[in-house]
């Protein structure tokens, strides 16, 4: 009975639109469901045995991926509740932690993922370049990781303003007073003065909007946070993936 | 999956025939143009992996956030400034060269440096050797030194996390951390001066700077020439001259280091432009 209900549902054409073989138990199917998957397709249909060890990637690389994943879920749902505007973001947080529903658990979840990220993404770089993953012809793959890499420092950082309570403040002010002294283009920085930079024309104010961090700065910071930056770093994942597969694995023979 | 016994009784191996049926494997598909291999399927071998990788380390993040909350200060305001001001940790590395440098070099040049010094690395490591595992007397030369790199970016961290308190100075964890430290004794002195000091002419002492200066790179370039002459002439003009540049920059920090907490020195070049 239940089976041949099973079928006919199975049968409809409904089904047969999402699901275009049948359940994964068998070489074929197993080999269809990574082919006609684009999430899965990331992977390959088959690896090496032994590039299954935990001991050799310890997995750094694929949790890194996925705290983006829980961040960007996380980060959905603070956004729902944060508005950019250095009246309003303090007090949208203190309302996250204590009036909304799940709301602190988000936020703490997107703060120690965040967390767990950057160190992840630096354990992940340090084992690959233990393994000597690197060498060719995985050379291109190391540069977009070093991207990635940066993207995740600068998303880490950009983030650290919204809340905007003392420590967003004065951590950014000091991280933004590096750029004035930049070569060339920020005013304090070697020959900036010389090029005609001033504090209210050079790449700090550029960065800021202003001279000190505040309205501007939050809106900039918070944009950088929620689309520019994200958007940067999904897509160096998906070329630094799909490198992976095109060069293939380094694991071990 | 051999199954050596089947095949003998399917095939027996003949000596005349310059044939001979070798292996029968198991699977459920065709293998053409295939050679022997160890490979499993993805699903679910690899995604099983994946998925409790990511369970696992989930479980571990929501109990982390059934104690630790993430923090949130007074709200931002731009009369009350804090003592002492500090990035986020990851960057702190960077803030406590600040110590060291000025921050076009700490805060500009040198993080950039880092980046770029990063990416070169697979094009200037000719060393073929060690790949897919975990290697280590095969590469000694580029495990030392990036290692070497590595340990800073921590360390400057550690100090700037858990030993920098009230006006950037050094605490221990057993100090008060509520009291100013007194200022430190010694004073510190440009190394033009300290030259003039021993007795030079001020404009010689001056040159003097520049020189030292010049001589650290210069000999960054032309001695690994000399005590290892293969190796360089392998690596050929590009790669030798990127490799020693930043070999120069990664010593950098620790020399300075060295000269401040030996010699109080607090710049060893001074021109007009920039200090270093
Ligand atoms: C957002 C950051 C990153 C993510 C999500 C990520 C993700 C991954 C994943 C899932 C793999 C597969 C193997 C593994 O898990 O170890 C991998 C491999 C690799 N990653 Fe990353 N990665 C990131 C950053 C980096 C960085 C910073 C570097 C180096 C500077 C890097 C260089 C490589 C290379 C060369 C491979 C190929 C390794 C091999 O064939 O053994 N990645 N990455």
Same mark, same amino acid.
């Given at each position: 009975?239940?089976?041949?209900?099973a079928?006919?549902?199975?049968?409809?054409?409904?089904?047969?639109?999402?699901?275009?073989?049948?359940y994964?138990?068998?070489?074929?199917?197993?080999?269809?469901?990574?082919?006609?998957?684009?999430?899965?397709?990331?992977?390959?249909?088959?690896?090496?045995?032994?590039?299954?060890?935990f001991?050799?990637?310890?997995?750094?690389?694929?949790?890194?991926?996925?705290?983006?994943?829980?961040?960007?879920? %996380?980060?959905?749902f603070?956004?729902?509740?944060?508005?950019?505007?250095?009246?309003?973001?303090?007090?949208n947080?203190?309302?996250?932690?204590s009036?909304?529903?799940?709301?602190?658990?988000?936020?703490?979840?997107?703060?120690?993922?965040?967390?767990?990220?950057?160190?992840?993404?630096?354990?992940?770089m340090?084992?690959v370049?233990?393994?000597?993953s690197?060498?060719?012809?995985?050379?291109?793959?190391?540069?977009?990781?070093?991207?990635?890499? %940066?993207?995740?420092?600068?998303?880490?950082?950009?983030?650290?303003?919204?809340?905007?309570?003392?420590?967003?403040?004065?951590?950014? %002010?000091?991280?933004?007073?590096?750029?004035?002294?930049?070569?060339?283009?920020?005013?304090?920085?070697?020959?900036?003065?010389q090029?005609?930079?001033?504090?209210?024309?050079?790449?700090?104010?550029?960065?800021?909007?202003?001279?000190?961090?505040?309205?501007?700065?939050?809106?900039?910071?918070?944009?950088?946070?929620?689309?520019?930056?994200?958007?940067?770093?999904?897509?160096?994942?998906?070329?630094?993936?799909?490198?992976?597969?095109?060069?293939?694995?380094?694991?071990?023979? | 999956?051999?199954e050596?016994?089947?095949?003998?009784?399917?095939?027996?191996?003949?000596?005349?025939?310059?044939?001979?049926?070798?292996?029968?494997?198991?699977g459920?598909?065709?293998?053409?143009?295939?050679?022997?291999?160890?490979?499993?399927?993805?699903?679910?071998?690899?995604?099983?992996?994946?998925?409790?990788?990511?369970?696992?380390?989930?479980?571990?993040?929501?109990?982390?956030?059934?104690?630790?909350?993430?923090?949130?200060?007074?709200?931002?305001?731009?009369d009350?400034?804090?003592?002492?001001?500090?990035?986020?940790?990851?960057?702190?590395?960077?803030?406590?060269?600040?110590?060291?440098?000025?921050?076009?070099?700490?805060?500009?040049?040198?993080?950039?440096?880092?980046?770029?010094?990063?990416m070169?690395?697979?094009?200037?490591?000719?060393?073929?050797?060690?790949?897919?595992?975990w290697?280590?007397?095969?590469?000694?030369?580029?495990?030392?030194?990036?290692?070497?790199?590595?340990i800073?970016?921590?360390?400057?961290?550690?100090?700037?996390?858990?030993?920098r308190?009230?006006?950037?100075?050094?605490?221990?964890?057993w100090?008060?951390?509520?009291?100013?430290?007194?200022?430190?004794?010694?004073?510190?002195?440009?190394?033009?001066?300290?030259?003039?000091?021993?007795?030079?002419?001020?404009?010689?002492?001056?040159?003097?700077?520049?020189?030292?200066?010049?001589?650290?790179?210069?000999?960054?370039?032309?001695?690994?020439?000399?005590?290892?002459?293969?190796?360089?002439?392998?690596?050929?003009?590009?790669?030798?001259?990127?490799?020693?540049?930043?070999?120069?920059?990664?010593?950098?920090?620790?020399?300075?280091?060295?000269?401040?907490?030996?010699?109080?020195?607090?710049?060893?070049l001074?021109?007009?432009w920039?200090?270093?």
């Amino acid at each position: 009975m239940i089976e041949r209900f099973a079928k006919f549902v199975r049968d409809t054409q409904v089904w047969q639109s999402l699901f275009r073989h049948g359940y994964p138990d068998n070489d074929r199917n197993q080999s269809l469901i990574m082919f006609s998957s684009v999430l899965l397709h990331l992977h390959p249909v088959k690896i090496k045995r032994s590039a299954l060890r935990f001991r050799y990637t310890m997995c750094l690389g694929g949790m890194s991926a996925f705290m983006f994943l829980l961040l960007t879920f %996380t980060g959905i749902f603070l956004m729902f509740y944060y508005v950019p505007d250095t009246r309003q973001a303090y007090h949208n947080i203190k309302d996250l932690t204590s009036n909304v529903f799940m709301g602190g658990l988000m936020r703490d979840l997107h703060k120690w993922s965040a967390e767990a990220m950057v160190f992840l993404v630096w354990a992940h770089m340090f084992r690959v370049f233990m393994t000597g993953s690197y060498k060719a012809p995985r050379e291109f793959n190391w540069v977009i990781g070093v991207l990635l890499l %940066t993207f995740t420092l600068l998303l880490s950082w950009t983030g650290y303003l919204l809340p905007w309570d003392q420590l967003a403040l004065w951590a950014i %002010t000091v991280g933004t007073k590096m750029a004035e002294a930049t070569p060339f283009i920020g005013y304090a920085g070697p020959w900036g003065q010389q090029l005609g930079m001033r504090v209210d024309n050079d790449i700090r104010f550029l960065l800021i909007g202003g001279t000190v961090v505040g309205q501007n700065a939050l809106l900039r910071f918070y944009v950088l946070h929620c689309v520019a930056l994200p958007v940067l770093i999904t897509a160096g994942m998906v070329v630094h993936f799909w490198r992976i597969r095109k060069d293939g694995f380094s694991g071990p023979l | 999956m051999s199954e050596r016994h089947t095949t003998e009784n399917i095939y027996p191996r003949n000596q005349k025939k310059s044939y001979a049926l070798m292996e029968l494997v198991k699977g459920q598909g065709f293998q053409v143009r295939k050679q022997p291999e160890d490979t499993v399927f993805v699903w679910p071998h690899l995604l099983y992996i994946e998925l409790i990788a990511a369970l696992v380390f989930l479980a571990g993040l929501l109990w982390v956030c059934t104690f630790k909350h993430a923090p949130l200060e007074d709200m931002a305001s731009a009369d009350t400034t804090p003592n002492p001001m500090k990035a986020p940790w990851y960057f702190l590395g960077l803030q406590e060269l600040l110590v060291f440098f000025d921050p076009w070099l700490a805060g500009v040049v040198l993080p950039s440096l880092i980046i770029v010094g990063l990416m070169a690395i697979p094009y200037v490591d000719i060393n073929p050797k060690g790949v897919g595992y975990w290697a280590w007397k095969e590469r000694k030369f580029a495990i030392w030194t990036f290692i070497f790199g590595f340990i800073q970016w921590w360390i400057f961290i550690i100090i700037g996390v858990f030993f920098r308190g009230l006006d950037w100075a050094w605490y221990w964890p057993w100090d008060d951390w509520h009291k100013h430290k007194s200022a430190s004794g010694a004073s510190l002195n440009d190394m033009n001066v300290i030259l003039h000091g021993w007795g030079l002419d001020a404009v010689a002492a001056d040159w003097l700077t520049y020189l030292l200066v010049i001589g650290y790179f210069v000999a960054f370039m032309v001695l690994p020439a000399l005590l290892w002459r293969s190796f360089s002439r392998q690596l050929g003009m590009a790669r030798y001259v990127t490799v020693w540049s930043l070999m120069a920059l990664l010593w950098l920090s620790p020399v300075k280091v060295f000269l401040r907490l030996g010699f109080n020195i607090k710049y060893f070049l001074v021109t007009p432009w920039f200090k270093l």
